[in-house]
């Protein structure tokens, strides 16, 4: 699996921005998948996570109520729908894949990581 994130940028606070993570390969549809990031001078942490069928999320306390997760298999694909932006959300931002969604919301061992994608939130 080969995993591509995009559609960081540049967002004022309050604003909302919209991340997707393009999955190459046929077993997509059976990974757990969870977006991660990492701000500068501090460690990558889990943002949210979803399971294989959508099923089942997770999302840090951070960003409830304001971040949803969401996959369409049949394009391969993991969204991140972000809204109420702060200028604490800063990071790079990475989507990742596990075929089981515990290690993915553990956040270590995932076998899949695509490149980053900087999201930077302005005051």
């Known amino acids: 699996v080969q995993l591509q994130a995009f559609g960081g940028g540049l967002v004022q606070a309050g604003g909302s921005l919209r991340l997707s993570c393009a999955a190459s390969?046929?077993?997509?549809?059976?990974?757990?998948m969870g977006w991660f990031r990492q701000a500068p001078g501090q460690e990558r942490e889990l943002v949210a996570a979803i399971s294989w069928n959508g099923g089942s999320t997770y999302y840090a306390d951070s960003v409830k109520g304001r971040f949803t997760i969401s996959r369409d298999n049949a394009k391969n694909t993991v969204h991140l729908q972000m809204s109420s932006l702060k200028p604490e959300d800063t990071a790079v931002y990475y989507c990742?894949?596990?075929?089981?969604?515990?290690?993915?919301?553990?956040?270590?061992?995932?076998?899949?990581w695509g490149q980053g994608t900087l999201v930077t939130v302005s005051s």
């Open positions: 390969g046929r077993t997509f549809s059976t990974y757990g």
């Open positions: 990742a894949a596990d075929p089981g969604i515990g290690t993915v919301v553990r956040g270590t061992g995932l076998r899949y």
